[in-house]
């Protein structure tokens, strides 16, 4: 049984930092590409940082040089260090797996992040 599981969310003020970080099990997760992704109240799911199997990261744009992606493949975490945070990041993160092979992709249950100005 494959799960994502989601921690680190919360309520922080502007300007400051939150560390997600997404626990997997029941896939290899070095075959993997891993994920996060947000969405807002009335919006659409948007991707906001992706790893590659090999480490290579992709951002949007709105979060270049805020937030960092990282992976531990003996954990089999990945991480989303926040920094600098604005209100507009307030959205439920969701951490997304991409196996290579066989484009199977699964979704962790998500978890709230709240910046207040």
């Known amino acids: 049984q494959v799960q994502l599981v989601e921690s680190g969310g919360g309520l922080v003020q502007a300007g400051g930092s939150l560390r997600l970080s997404c626990g997997a099990s029941g896939i290899i997760f070095s075959l993997n590409v891993m994920g996060w992704y947000r969405q807002a109240p009335g919006q659409q799911r948007e991707l906001v940082a992706r790893?590659?199997?090999?480490?290579?990261?992709n951002y949007a744009d709105s979060v270049k040089g805020r937030f960092t992606i990282s992976r531990d493949n003996v954990k089999n975490t990945v991480y989303l260090q926040m920094n600098t945070l604005k209100p507009e990041d307030t959205a439920v993160y969701y951490c997304?797996?991409?196996?290579?092979?066989?484009?199977?992709?699964?979704w962790g249950q998500g978890t709230q992040v709240t910046v207040s100005s």
């Open positions: 997304n797996s991409l196996n290579v092979m066989s484009q199977r992709n699964y």
């Open positions: 790893i590659s199997t090999g480490g290579v990261t």
